[in-house]
């Protein structure tokens, strides 16, 4: 019998196994598909890998006024994408051999639950025993039923339009969260023609309203419709009411973003009795379930849909089985869109400050006022960050950025609330000269606390 039998080898389940096998526990980690989850595989990394690409291909373009002048810039969408699959297959071979520098031993087929101490393998029907088991089964593309989307070819979920080899010439992407940004952002980049549909009143709905402002000046280039409401689809051609209006928007693909939800089918969870919604996994805040001895991560619980938040959530859970000093910050989990341009944020936003009826202090600098972002960007680029904290006590509420690097600083923010960090405190650090993050240690000068 394993310490912990973990389901799952993506963000969650690979760093939960590593730091139980750091505490010395004996681990076996159950994978279907490959070890890295959605995130390594048809996430993050091959969508970051693709972004970088045409973010180069944009700048060609647009350095004349620094000095560059390239001539005959193309992009081949093929070389991009082997880049993009060479890099995932890297990234793989890294986990395997980090899971077996660990003896965590890797058990490929689909696991479910047998009992609260045990786990069918369907393609063996051997039975896998841990004291412990953590569920950390990920997501899947969440598909509304949209009248045209089923038996498609043009219709496509985040999974089938990272294997494509075709450009398209238009694209519709039904859905203005991080997933359809990031992707209106790279095939807009690249020339091609992009409408978003999105059925909120405005795009990237969880962002501070005035950051998302500042975000959207970057995304001209494309046609954004919100406050819309999908109602069929015919072959590439989307129909969509606005109001009292019926409009329509055709491509060449049609790109499904709606969104993710939890991968409960098939885990056996209401045999074994574990309480779940179609929403998620219920656990407290270590991540326990209702059946003492499984407990559950990531996506899988539906309270935090990223690739991070996973493996906090798998380390607190692993630490709370070792009998260690445990938590997960569920309300410090910092947020990345990786789009031109870049966008982080964490904590409040003002409308949630406001509904909680705090009284907050706030300031916002421009990008222009910083020198690096200058230098490297230029005055007709747009960018902020923002910083929100009580005015009682003086700790820091939320912070969003929007500029270069903006995820890269994110972290020390993070960690700052996480703690309680008061404006003092923070204003304190020292910031390195010149980078883009003296952005915040301005705007937190400019609060007057």
């Not at 003896?103 to 039975?127: M, P, R, Y």
């Not at 906090?312 to 089985?321: E, Q, S, T």
Request: charged share 20%; net charge neutral.
């Amino acid at each position: 019998m394993f310490d912990i039998v973990i389901l799952g080898g993506g963000p969650g389940g690979y760093v939960a196994a590593e730091k139980a096998a750091s505490l010395g526990m004996s681990v076996a980690l159950i994978e279907k598909d490959a070890l890295g989850g959605t995130c390594l595989n048809r996430g993050c990394i091959p969508t970051k890998s693709l972004l970088n690409s045409a973010k180069r291909y944009k700048h060609a373009l647009d350095s004349k006024a620094m000095g560059v002048t390239a001539e005959a810039v193309s992009f081949d969408l093929a070389t991009a994408m082997a880049w993009k699959n060479s890099t995932v297959s890297r990234l793989v071979a890294n986990i395997e051999f980090l899971m077996k520098k660990n003896k965590v031993e890797i058990i490929q087929g689909t696991g479910s639950l047998a009992s609260a101490n045990s786990v069918k393998i369907a393609e063996t029907e051997a039975l896998v025993e841990g004291k412990h088991i953590i569920i950390a089964a990920g997501s899947v593309p969440a598909r509304p039923p949209i009248p045209g989307s089923v038996q498609n070819p043009l219709v496509m979920t985040s999974d089938e339009i990272l294997a494509i080899s075709e450009m398209p010439k238009k694209l519709v992407v039904i859905g203005g969260g991080v997933i359809g940004m990031e992707f209106a952002s790279f095939f807009s980049a690249l020339g091609v023609q992009v409408t978003v549909v999105e059925m909120m009143d405005e795009i990237l709905p969880f962002m501070d309203t005035e950051i998302c402002s500042v975000f959207k000046r970057s995304l001209k280039s494309m046609t954004i419709e919100t406050g819309a409401a999908v109602t069929k689809i015919e072959g590439g051609l989307v129909h969509y009411k606005k109001g009292d209006e019926e409009k329509t928007a055709q491509g060449d693909i049609v790109l499904m973003a709606t969104g993710r939800r939890p991968a409960l089918s098939g885990l056996g969870l209401e045999a074994v009795g574990v309480k779940h919604s179609p929403k998620g996994i219920e656990v407290d805040e270590l991540c326990r379930t209702s059946v003492p001895g499984v407990w559950a991560i990531g996506d899988a619980t539906g309270r935090s849909l990223l690739a991070h938040s996973a493996s906090a959530m798998g380390r607190a859970a692993v630490l709370a089985i070792a009998g260690k000093d445990a938590s997960v910050p569920w309300k410090a989990f910092p947020w990345v869109v990786y789009g031109e341009p870049e966008a982080a944020g964490v904590g409040m936003t003002e409308a949630e400050a406001q509904a909680a009826g705090i009284e907050y202090a706030k300031a916002s600098i421009p990008a222009r006022a910083n020198g690096r972002f200058l230098a490297e960007c230029g005055m007709s680029a747009h960018g902020v960050c923002k910083v929100l904290a009580d005015k009682k006590t003086g700790k820091v509420l939320g912070i969003h950025i929007v500029a270069p690097y903006a995820g890269e600083m994110i972290w020390g923010f993070q960690n700052a609330l996480a703690r309680g960090a008061t404006v003092h405190e923070l204003e304190s650090t020292v910031f390195p000269h010149p980078t883009v993050g003296e952005l915040a240690h301005d705007a937190l000068g400019a609060l007057g606390l």
